[in-house]
């Protein structure tokens, strides 16, 4: 399996850097993947904006909502287009900064030890059959990298500020696509 990693990026992923990570605490097990979703502008899918945004190029004047996230850094190890189109930004080893304040189970600075995986999608509506199919594959494939413990979408660890991905992401297909256990999910799925 480990022919599938190199030093943290996936083989089957476009390899896209960018330049917003930063290291993981020392010892620190990566056991959590913290789902999110995207789409710039919003409603909007096929772009380039996503892949912008993560690499600090985007063009802020290119549309009105950009103004209200003018300057932001963040990123995401992975981005899933609507077609199951896989993107790496930043590398599993490394910490990506898409969780913010946050809180799982306990522990709290979520990016220190999870993985942050973008649907593109807007919060509350449904998702693809084929972003199911990449996001079940890369899953089990950081399962078996990292002894992924946990899925959580960013709604369960910074509840007060996230709602993403929403109502209108399956979590009981991710689940029986995977076959884990109710205890690697969210309690309210």
């Known amino acids: 399996m480990n022919s599938l990693w190199r030093e943290g990026w996936y083989r089957f992923a476009k390899r896209t850097p960018s330049p917003n990570f930063g290291p993981r605490p020392v010892d620190t097990s990566i056991d959590l993947v913290v789902l999110h979703a995207i789409s710039l502008p919003p409603g909007q899918y096929g772009g380039c904006e996503i892949e912008a945004l993560f690499t600090n ?10 103004q209200q996230i003018r300057g932001t850094e963040v ?11 896989l993107i790496q930004f930043v ?36 998702f693809e059959v084929p972003q199911y199919e990449t996001l079940s594959s890369i899953c089990a494939a950081i399962a078996q990298h990292y002894k992924l ?9 910074a509840p007060k500020r996230k709602q993403d991905p929403g109502a209108g992401f399956d979590w ?7 076959g884990w256990a109710d ?4 309690a309210k799925n």
């Open 75 to 85: 990123s995401a190890h992975f981005v899933i287009r609507r077609d199951g189109g």
């Open 91 to 126: 590398s599993c080893n490394d910490r990506a900064w898409h969780a913010g304040q946050s809180n799982y189970q306990g522990r709290d600075n979520c990016n220190d030890f999870s993985i942050g995986i973008e649907l593109e999608g807007l919060e509350g509506h449904p």
């Open 183 to 186: 205890n690697s999910f969210p």
């Open 57 to 66: 190029t985007l063009d802020w004047d290119a549309h009105p909502y950009f």
């Open 172 to 178: 009981p297909r991710l689940q029986q696509s995977l």
């Open 149 to 157: 413990h946990h899925i959580a979408g960013h709604e369960h660890v």
